[in-house]
């Protein structure tokens, strides 16, 4: 099941009817059905929604959706409307912080443009102090995004963090890696349907690869982020830095907008650093079907704000 929704929401995520049709109905009014997981189409709705935020003591991290462009022009765009967007944040004085995917700047054309594109943004990014973290694709672009990472941190950009994904093998040796750079790391599940060659099939193999990673991350890690909505990590996570006397201010929760309200703030609430992951664009729609795939039962509110808003 766990594989199997994540596979059937990837494939339906490539249809372009049901882009259209979700395109329509997803954002249109103050309750369309895309808004429980996006923060909205425009940068001034997500400036707003960060801003509410912040006022409940969350941290945060603005993510402008797209990814797979196809050509150099779409690549520099993306770059440029990210340039905007840090000159937005700072201009809004909400909290420096973005995130952002390699083939939304062009590693799926070829990686020198990539490279360039990513440093136009961190270039600005180090000047007003904002922290860029590079989410993680799926496995096809798990190499090339670590490559171009330790491209630019060979090139001394510090201000700048990777993911990776519990479920992929290689993980933990990439893990091993990033905590001897010194380099900060957002450790996740892995939301995409990944080959039995290469990643865990199973969901409790994947959670129990989640608690090894989270223990190497919390021992020798640089400011590691734990990115989870699963109750159970996260009690594991606050018993071992517990055990561990890993301070609440070494390491940091991650929870995507939209989900687990409630555990959200009781976190904030015991003292803990969470940091939400606000997504926004016009580009929505493979960023919401993966947070379908890794729950179907959210389907039941999305056919249910169709029929509503029709
Ligand atoms: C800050 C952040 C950044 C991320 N960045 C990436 C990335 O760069 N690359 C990548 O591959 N993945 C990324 N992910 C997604 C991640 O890989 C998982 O797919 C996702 O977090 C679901 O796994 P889980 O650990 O939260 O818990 P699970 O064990 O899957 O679920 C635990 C509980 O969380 C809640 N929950 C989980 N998912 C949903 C959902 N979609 N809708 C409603 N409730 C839900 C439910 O209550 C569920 O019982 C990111 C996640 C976070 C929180």
Not at 24 to 41: C, P
Request: charged share 25%; net charge positive; with cysteine.
């Amino acid at each position: 099941m766990y594989a199997g929704a994540k596979a059937v929401f990837y494939a339906l995520s490539r249809s372009a009817t049901l882009k259209r049709l979700a395109s329509k109905y997803g954002m249109r009014s103050r309750d369309s059905f895309a808004r429980r997981f996006i923060a909205g189409e425009t940068v001034e709705e997500a400036i707003e929604t960060s801003r509410q935020i912040q006022t409940q003591g969350l941290l945060l991290t603005l993510d402008y959706l797209g990814e797979s462009v196809r050509t150099p022009e779409e690549a520099a765009a993306a770059t440029r409307e990210y340039v905007r967007l840090l000159d937005v944040i700072v201009a809004s004085g909400i909290e420096r912080n973005i995130s952002l995917k390699l083939t939304q700047l062009g590693a799926g054309i070829d990686r020198a443009t990539c490279v360039d594109n990513l440093r136009r943004i961190l270039e600005p990014a180090g000047r007003h102090g904002f922290f860029v973290r590079i989410d993680m694709e799926n496995s096809p672009w798990t190499q090339l995004t670590l490559e171009i990472f330790e491209t630019l941190w060979q090139q001394e950009y510090r201000n700048v963090g990777i993911a990776l994904q519990a479920a992929l093998y290689r993980s933990e040796e990439d893990i091993r890696h990033m905590n001897e750079l010194g380099a900060r790391v957002r450790l996740i599940k892995g939301a995409y349907k990944e080959p039995e060659t290469v990643a865990y099939q199973r969901k409790s193999d994947v959670d129990a690869a989640f608690l090894r990673l989270m223990r190497l991350l919390l021992d020798s890690g640089t400011y590691p982020a734990i990115a989870t909505h699963d109750p159970k990590t996260i009690a594991a996570t606050r018993s071992h830095a517990r055990e561990r006397g890993v301070a609440t201010d070494r390491f940091e929760f991650q929870m995507l907008y939209g989900i687990r309200r409630d555990l959200q703030s009781s976190l904030v609430a015991e003292g803990y650093r969470m940091r939400l992951y606000i997504p926004f664009g016009r580009e929505w729609f493979p960023y919401f079907m993966r947070r379908l795939g890794e729950r179907p039962a959210n389907l039941g509110f999305v056919v249910r704000g169709i029929l509503g808003d029709r």
